[in-house]
């Protein structure tokens, strides 16, 4: 089992930005790619960003690229998404996500999930 705990949502301005951390604790954290997804109210759940579990390949949704950065820190267990130049629409529930899927950007192929941290950005 991993566990996924999600941190550093909040209320933004557009333009602004925000650095959300998932801690996760459990199996071993290195083992596993790990991904942000976000769900906006009435949408269906999208892949943001991924990251494989050596840091060796970086994948991003083209309405976040260059505007996110993913990292990962496997000695502290914890893995980071970078939001700058926020918009509107980025506005949603970010999920944190384990995988061991070699496609980190599948929503099916996710194993563990975390709860969820709420981003909203105000025109």
């Known amino acids: 089992q991993v566990q996924l705990v999600e941190s550093g949502g909040g209320l933004v301005q557009a333009g602004g930005s925000l650095r959300l951390s998932c801690a996760a604790s459990g199996r071993t954290f290195s083992s596993y790619n790990m991904g942000w997804f976000r769900q906006a109210p009435g949408k269906e759940r999208e892949f943001v960003a991924a990251?494989?579990?050596?840091?060796?390949?970086?994948y991003y949704a083209d309405s976040v690229k260059s505007r996110f950065t993913i990292s990962r820190d496997n000695a502290k267990n914890t893995v980071y998404l970078q939001m700058n130049s926020l918009k509107p629409e980025d506005t949603a529930v970010y999920y944190c996500?384990?995988?061991?899927?070699?496609?980190?950007?599948?929503?099916?192929?996710?194993?563990?999930w975390g709860k969820g941290t709420q981003v909203t950005v105000s025109s």
């Open positions: 996500a384990a995988t061991t899927n070699s496609d980190p950007t599948l929503y099916y192929g996710v194993d563990y």
């Open positions: 990251i494989t579990w050596r840091a060796e390949r970086i």
